[in-house]
């Protein structure tokens, strides 16, 4: 067995325990006694803490060996110490005895009583018996106690707790015997009863008075077994009556179906207790002076078919079969229908079956009143109360509450069934995106059937609906103004909620060809507006980097035509006619392995095959032995409408395609994976471009697969000296390294959002370094 946290001396037998499992640690010693030491241990199986008790003697050394060879009582006191609440684990080894514990076993007394609120009677008597009947059997194995007091008292179990507590401990010149636990018992009874440590047999209820007596003595006079006698009565004397005004609260309406020999049914979650107002109070008269007659008048007759009562030897009616003799509604004893009054308690017997009737009658039309409404569940405690009255005058209300358990158990399955036909209908329809549908199917549903996903899907697809006409609009005033980059994100949009709709494809398609041209290579790039966008992270992003912030206000003053993709190895090596990527597999992955100086390269070989003037002019190229990659050069920027890199201005742009959160989409981590290859999806490797979604500008893999090479060189703490409204910006003047923006398949989200910056020296190659092109346009409207 491991052990953590505090050292442990050689000399602690507890360790070798037998049978220990290796799951659980030891943590540190809680308490330690002449005869059992009390462990922390920690269930790494469960992830919580638990309790390790070690007996390491039984009373004395020298009766240990008369339990090592008594087998039968060993098992016995085993068997007794392990009917603790809450056991993991228990056995024994050469030395002793020993059981694991949960640590959250239920509230001990001393957290049950409180001094303004003591236990009811027949609560107390119960529960000391049921430690009672457990000290029994500790006894019959010849093992005392002796420290018996409120925090180490469960039900049904007891402890051996931490401190001896002088209140409740026998004094301490007297022997262990079975009576110093009596002792012990008695005066947690009394705090039981009393709410208090300190307490005499005079301040407890008169009934417990003789008990108290001689157990609070310093040598108790009862017997364990004499004890238990003696608790046995009070718990009967004490037990609450059976008809009173709580009969129909929580302790007798819980939930639940009819017993199992009147009908069957399935387990019912907990119902709400009866209404305290529909319980008719029942008030008890003293009895009559004298004994009511055990013989019936002249005039009786049988209450159920008024046949004549002939004589009291006869138990049930001749004729109709109905007893003579009926159960109190106040307790329960059998009494003569003819007389008034209840020759046990004193009852009036006509008044308590009025008031039964009117309960009976009530609960009836509510139940009635619950099953129009749908409330099929409320209507099954008040069932089960109905059907446990043994009462003959309401044999009928039995009956119609047996009847009516199986309607109601019936009903409840039909419209289970009912609903989940409701539920497989509105998926159906959510999946179809047909939304008008979703609502016209749940508004016909009763409102009491309608759970709480049922609720929300109705929810759903009106917020469906509203942003469809919302996009529609849109769409209708972009179309108006010739906006075609708002109008692109706002068909995507409306085609992930009206996915087969025709119309918006077709639209897409002209969209696309409207702000889309093709280079003679099939490279495709996007025709960007001018506009502005705060650049960098907000100080409220949680990946926030130094690098970052502050947060500044840009403006880009022209239109752009970006790369739809990142440049792919087909499109490098039939234009290079060499191919560096890490691992060549796919022809529409991006080249990777790329340094700065050859991706101006590709940019003026793009241009010279459109006959437009290069962008770059590169001087003393000095290239790669094994694949004729640039590694320096000297760069002069010679301008025009020729291919070139995004400028990291111009990079972000695209990329937030006019959002302002974290990533393009909002700032939700966990939906990075449907628009990024990242680390936690790419298998380490690239992957194909434009498998993932685009952002509102139609722009693919902005975030990850590879990282992207901007022109600007880098400054650490280069926003720090921006200006708020800077036009067109380039970076710094001078620098060692340049820019790389967006993810790669080996890095996390964090590394994904719109504002992550990261550098490279321009000569670098690495398989997560690619790049995407963009070149200047006419800045009419779009």
């Known amino acids: 067995m491991s052990t953590t946290g505090q050292p442990v001396s050689p000399n602690t037998a507890f360790l070798v325990c037998a049978g220990v499992p290796e799951t659980f640690a030891l943590k540190h010693k809680v308490h330690e006694t002449a005869t059992a030491e009390t462990w922390e241990v920690f269930d790494r199986t469960r992830k919580k803490k638990c309790f390790l008790k070690r007996f390491k003697t039984l009373q004395a050394p020298e009766a240990f060996e008369q339990f090592k060879a008594n087998a039968r009582h060993w098992e016995q006191l085993r068997e007794t110490i392990f009917e603790l609440p809450g056991l993991v684990a228990a056995g024994q080894d050469a030395e002793g005895l020993w059981y694991i514990r949960d640590s959250a076993e239920g509230k001990s007394y001393a957290e049950l009583v409180h001094p303004d609120k003591p236990m009811k009677e027949h609560e107390a008597a119960r529960r000391v018996l049921a430690l009672a009947n457990v000290l029994a059997k500790l006894h019959q194995a010849g093992f005392y106690h002796r420290n018996l007091k409120p925090a180490n008292a469960f039900s049904p179990g007891i402890d051996e707790g931490t401190l001896a507590d002088p209140d409740f401990m026998p004094p301490a010149d007297s022997r262990p015997s079975p009576e110093s636990d009596v002792q012990g018992l008695t005066k947690l009874l009394a705090f039981c009863l009393t709410g208090s440590v300190q307490v005499q047999a005079g301040q407890v209820p008169e009934a417990f008075r003789a008990l108290m007596a001689s157990g609070m003595q310093d040598a108790p006079s009862w017997t364990l077994d004499k004890f238990r006698t003696e608790l046995e009565h009070l718990v009967k004397s004490t037990r609450p009556s059976a008809f009173t005004a709580s009969t129909l609260t929580a302790s007798t309406l819980t939930s639940g179906t009819h017993d199992s020999d009147t009908f069957a049914a399935e387990p019912q979650p907990a119902a709400p207790p009866v209404p305290q107002s529909l319980a008719a109070p029942v008030s008890a008269v003293a009895p009559p002076d004298v004994p009511p007659p055990e013989i019936p008048p002249p005039d009786a007759v049988c209450p159920q078919c008024r046949t004549a009562v002939q004589t009291i030897g006869d138990k049930v009616c001749p004729q109709c079969g109905r007893h003579y003799f009926e159960p109190c509604l106040n307790c329960q004893s059998l009494n003569p229908f003819w007389i008034r009054h209840c020759r046990s308690c004193g009852s009036d017997l006509l008044t308590l079956k009025q008031q039964m009737f009117a309960n009976l009658n009530s609960h009836k039309q509510q139940i009635l009143k619950d099953r129009e409404s749908y409330g099929h569940d409320r209507t099954l405690p008040l069932l089960k109360y109905i059907s446990t009255v043994n009462h003959p005058d309401f044999v009928s209300f039995r009956e119609w ?65 509203t942003e469809v006409d919302s996009l529609i609009r849109e769409i209708r005033n972009a179309i108006s103004t010739k906006q075609y980059s708002q109008l692109l994100s706002c068909v995507q949009r409306y085609l992930e909620l009206k996915a087969n709709d025709p119309e918006a494809q077709n639209l897409q398609r002209k969209i696309e060809k409207l702000t889309t041209v093709v280079a003679p290579n099939e490279m495709k790039l996007r025709r960007l507006p001018s506009g502005k966008f705060y650049m960098g992270s907000h100080d409220s992003d949680e990946y926030l980097r130094n690098n970052e912030h502050p947060q500044h206000r840009v403006s880009i003053s022209h239109s752009t035509f970006m790369g739809v993709y990142p440049v792919t190895q087909k499109q490098f090596q039939d234009l290079m006619e060499f191919n560096p990527s890490m691992v060549v597999t796919y022809d529409l992955c991006p080249v990777d392995s790329v340094t700065w100086f050859s991706a101006l390269e590709f940019c003026n070989k793009m241009s010279e095959a459109e006959s437009l003037p290069p962008y770059y002019e590169l001087k003393a190229v000095r290239r790669r032995a094994n694949n004729n990659a640039i590694e320096s050069a000297k760069v002069n920027v010679l301008g025009g409408d020729g291919y070139r890199l995004p400028t990291e201005a111009e990079w972000e742009y695209a990329c937030r395609a006019g959002s302002v959160s974290p990533w393009c989409f909002g700032d939700q981590v966990l939906e990075v994976g449907n628009y990024a290859w990242y680390y936690d999806n790419s298998q380490m490797e690239t992957h194909p471009v434009g498998r993932r979604k685009p952002n509102a500008w139609g722009l693919y893999d902005m ?16 926003y720090q000296q921006c200006t708020e409204e800077e036009e067109n910006p380039t970076g710094p003047a001078d620098g060692i390294a340049k820019v790389l923006r967006g993810g790669a398949w080996q890095f996390g989200a964090e590394a994904t ?8 020296t321009p000569d670098a190659v690495a398989g997560v370094i690619g790049f995407r092109i963009c070149r200047n346009a006419s800045d009419e409207a779009m």
Request: hydrophobic residues 35%; glycine residues 4%.
């Open 703 to 718: 975030h990850g697969n590879v990282m992207e090479w901007c022109y600007d060189w880098y400054g650490e703490l280069f």
């Open 401 to 465: 509450a047996k009847n009516m358990t199986m309607l109601i158990h019936k009903e409840r399955k039909d419209i289970k069934a009912y609903v989940e036909g409701i539920r497989e209908q509105v998926n159906s329809a959510m999946v179809s995106q047909k939304y008008e549908r979703v609502r016209q199917i749940l508004e016909q549903v009763p409102r009491p059937l309608l759970d709480e996903s049922l609720r929300q899907l109705y929810v759903d697809a009106g917020e469906a609906l």
């Open 753 to 760: 959002r719109c504002a992550y910056r990261n550098s490279s």
